[in-house]
C-alpha cells in the first residue's frame, strides 16, 4: 500500500482545502517545493500534487510552484499532477517538465473524447479522478453534481486504457473523518486497475483499514490533512502499511 502526500497549490503554497471550498483554505508552507523534499524525506515513494486554481480555471495556473517542485524531486520519485489539464498539449508540457502521471477529472466525464485521446497518446501516463459523493459523479472542483454512476464510469475509462482511478470521496475530504472503504472496494472490485483512495483519511486506523482490502485492487492512497496537521504520522505510517503488505 503505497501512501502519497498530497501538495495542494493555491497562489503558490502548499495549502488543504476542507471539502474543496476554495474559500476554506489553511495554507501548511509558502515553500512547497521544500515540502515536497520533506515527504520524500519521510519517505514518500509518490507525490501528488493538485494545482487548485488550475482546477477552477481550467487551465494549469501554479506552473511555477510545479517546476520547483519537479526540479526538487528530479528523478528520485513519480510525481503525479492533476487541476486544470484539458488539452493534449497542456499534458505533452507537464510530461516534458517531469510529471511521471497525469490526472484528468473533470475534463474526462465533460468530455470523454479527449480522455480517450490522450490515453492514446501517452499510454502509461494518464489516471482519471473520479470525485463522488453517494456513488455518483461530481465535477467543476466538486461543485456540480452529475447523474453518472462512478463505477459505470469508471468501467468505461478503464477500457479506454488509464493507468488507474482516483476515487475521492467527497463528503470525506479534508474532514478527517475516515476512509470509505465500502464505497472504495466495491469501485476497486468492479475494475482490473488500481484504484487509489482518497479523502477522510485521518489516523492510523484508516491506514490500517485500508491494507487489509488492498488486495480487492486498491494500490495506494493518497493523504493530506492528517499528514500536516498531525494526526498521522508519515513515516510511521508508509512502514506500517510495507509491514501489513509484507513488503
Known amino acids: 500500500m503505497l501512501l502519497i502526500p498530497a501538495i495542494d497549490l493555491k497562489d503558490g503554497h502548499c495549502v488543504r482545502l476542507k471539502q ?8 501548511f508552507s509558502e515553500d512547497p517545493a521544500a515540502m515536497a523534499r520533506h515527504w520524500i524525506d519521510k ?15 481550467g487551465k494549469p495556473k501554479n506552473e511555477s510552484a510545479i517546476k520547483a517542485i519537479l526540479k526538487e524531486v528530479g ?9 486544470g489539464i484539458r488539452d493534449l498539449d497542456t499534458i505533452e508540457r507537464c510530461l516534458d517538465d517531469g510529471v511521471t502521471y497525469v490526472i484528468i477529472g473533470t475534463a474526462a466525464v465533460k468530455n470523454p473524447g ?11 501516463h494518464i489516471i482519471v479522478g473520479l470525485d463522488a459523493r453517494d456513488g455518483k459523479v461530481a465535477v467543476d472542483g466538486w461543485s456540480k453534481m452529475t447523474g453518472h454512476d462512478v463505477v459505470d464510469l469508471a468501467k ?23 476512509v470509505n472503504i465500502e464505497a472504495t472496494v466495491k469501485l476497486a472490485q468492479a475494475l482490473r486497475i488500481p484504484v487509489i ?3 477522510g483519511i485521518a489516523s492510523m486506523k484508516d491506514v490500517k483499514a485500508l491494507c487489509a482490502v488492498q ?3 486498491i494500490s495506494g492512497a493518497i493523504t493530506g490533512r492528517a499528514i500536516y496537521e498531525g494526526t498521522l504520522d508519515f513515516k510511521k505510517a508508509q512502514a506500517e502499511a ?5 513488503r
Open 215 to 217: 488486495s480487492e485492487g
Open 156 to 178: 468505461k475509462f478503464e477500457d479506454y486504457g488509464v493507468e488507474a482511478v482516483i476515487y475521492t470521496d467527497i463528503g470525506r475530504d479534508g474532514m478527517l473523518s475516515g
Open 75 to 83: 528523478e528520485e520519485i513519480p510525481v503525479q499532477l492533476g487541476g
Open 43 to 57: 519517505g514518500a515513494r509518490r507525490l501528488h500534487l493538485v494545482d487548485l486554481n488550475g482546477a477552477f480555471a
Open 20 to 27: 474543496g471550498e476554495m474559500d476554506d483554505a489553511t495554507v
Open 197 to 199: 483512495a482518497s479523502g
Open 242 to 246: 510495507d509491514k501489513l503488505s509484507g
Open 114 to 124: 479527449f480522455l480517450h485521446d490522450a490515453c492514446g497518446a501517452f499510454p502509461g
